[in-house]
């Protein structure tokens, strides 16, 4: 799906925008991409000029959310399809994301690009074959990219989410000249398209499924075996498990994670939220 380029409006830019004009200011310099970049804004009475383009003013808007121009009103960024999946605006520019209200990055004390920016460096990217199981927003990827990737193979099974990505300013776009052709983005579940890749055909493997209570087969012996399969002897595996309570939850998940990696044909550690392997 290609990349949108649109002003990106959160409570806090669309309020400031408003009392710019309130105020009769005749422009308002501000970031409408989440913080990448800053744009000079013109305000007349009845629109305002994003980059030459006529847009509304926006009604009221809700904390937590960010919005688009649908081409009928400011809507958030979100669908419903079974499941709520919602872009979430944090203080460090790049978003996280819900399903259900259930927040899948990390966001409240690290930006999530930092977040994932430490565990790639786990795999040490740089001039390797990567395979990237769950694509989310692509927070992964992008670290690759930075580092120097010699190519990324990345999966997410989620349409909605491949739609959130191209709304996100933070999210790689596998088609952007900064890419280089070396991401390769797929709509795909991953525990069926693992099977097409090669034996030994990638050198590391990032692995950040859904928490095992909604997707218990990507925690499984047969699926690290196909993970075995097609990383190279030596090759690094890093798997997201986070941290759950013992306590509460009953299970020690990232020991369960740890002995069926070794079951598999690896050399198991815990690292950071998660777990770091070798294939043997």
Known sequence: MPHATVPLLTRDTGEALLAARQAGH?????????????????????????RGLPQAYP?????????????????????????????????WGAPTFEIDG?????????????????????????????LDTCGGLGYFAACCLEDGVAGIQSFEKNADVLWLRTLNPWSPDPDAPASG??????HA??????????N????????????????????????????????????????????PN???????VPGEVS???????FKAQLALDGVLAVRR
């Open 246 to 252: 013992r306590l509460t939850s009953g299970r020690d």
């Open 26 to 50: 005749g422009s308002w310099t501000g970031s409408l991409d989440l913080g990448r970049s800053q744009d000079n804004i013109t305000l007349a009475d009845g629109h305002w000029l994003w």
């Open 102 to 130: 259930i927040k899948m990055l990390v966001s409240a004390r690290t930006a999530p690009l930092e977040d994932a920016r430490r565990k790639v460096a786990l795999v040490q990217p740089r001039g390797k074959q990567v």
């Open 200 to 243: 030994a055909s990638m050198d590391a493997v990032l692995h950040d499924p859904p928490r095992f209570g909604i997707a218990g087969e990507l925690y499984s012996g047969a699926f690290y075996a196909q993970l075995a399969r097609v990383l190279r002897p030596g090759g690094r595996l890093f798997h997201y498990t986070g941290s």
């Open 189 to 198: 579940d991953v525990t069926m398209a693992v099977g097409a890749l090669g």
């Open 59 to 91: 009604g009221k808007l809700k904390d937590r959310t960010i919005y688009y121009h649908d081409g009928e009103d400011w809507a958030p960024v979100s669908r419903f399809d079974g499941s709520l999946i919602k872009l979430v605006p944090t203080e």
């Open 181 to 186: 052709g070396r991401l390769q983005l797929a």
């Open 259 to 265: 002995r069926r990696l070794e079951s598999a044909g």
